[in-house]
């Protein structure tokens, strides 16, 4: 099994690889962006309409405000709020480790655009 770092290396590898070979990288240019678009769950315990909805929620936040992870994180907090009740928590960025007290069921760590890890989780 493969880690998500061994995953990354080897689509980056591939792609150079490509690039080099055929020239013309604008088309595989496209297929990485839209992979690396593409929302990844790394773990949850939530319900599925539930997960669904949050990594929605933090796709749109992420995308509405690329450049200000607080913004998003705010904007994910207060929709879980209101939506799943108080006590929700999100963290939003590149490059960090975590160890979080969660409610059973309440917890989604993904990754979306490549790099951008969001962990989402409710403790009261």
Same mark, same amino acid.
């Given at each position: 099994? &493969?880690?998500?770092?061994?995953?990354?290396?080897?689509?980056? #590898?591939?792609?150079?690889? #490509?690039? =080099? $070979? &055929? !020239?013309?990288? @604008?088309?595989?240019? =496209?297929? +990485? %962006? #839209?992979?690396?678009?593409?929302?990844?769950? #790394?773990?949850?315990?939530?319900?599925?309409?539930?997960?669904? $909805? &949050?990594?929605?929620?933090?796709?749109?936040?992420?995308?509405? /405000? =690329?450049?200000?992870?607080?913004?998003? =994180?705010?904007?994910? @907090?207060?929709?879980?709020?209101? %939506?799943?009740?108080?006590?929700?928590?999100?963290?939003?960025?590149?490059?960090?480790?975590?160890?979080?007290?969660?409610?059973?069921?309440?917890?989604? +760590?993904? /990754? /979306? !655009? !490549?790099?951008?890890?969001?962990?989402?989780? %409710?403790?009261?």
């Amino acid at each position: 099994m &493969t880690t998500l770092t061994e995953e990354r290396v080897c689509i980056n #590898r591939d792609r150079t690889e #490509r690039m =080099a $070979e &055929t !020239g013309d990288g @604008k088309k595989e240019d =496209a297929d +990485y %962006k #839209r992979l690396q678009s593409f929302p990844l769950i #790394r773990h949850t315990d939530m319900p599925e309409e539930m997960r669904v $909805e &949050t990594m929605e929620l933090c796709v749109t936040a992420c995308e509405k /405000f =690329a450049s200000n992870n607080e913004s998003a =994180a705010k904007m994910i @907090k207060e929709s879980m709020d209101k %939506k799943f009740g108080s006590s929700w928590h999100v963290v939003i960025g590149e490059g960090f480790g975590f160890e979080v007290t969660h409610e059973v069921r309440n917890l989604l +760590y993904m /990754f /979306f !655009g !490549g790099s951008l890890a969001v962990c989402v989780w %409710k403790c009261s």
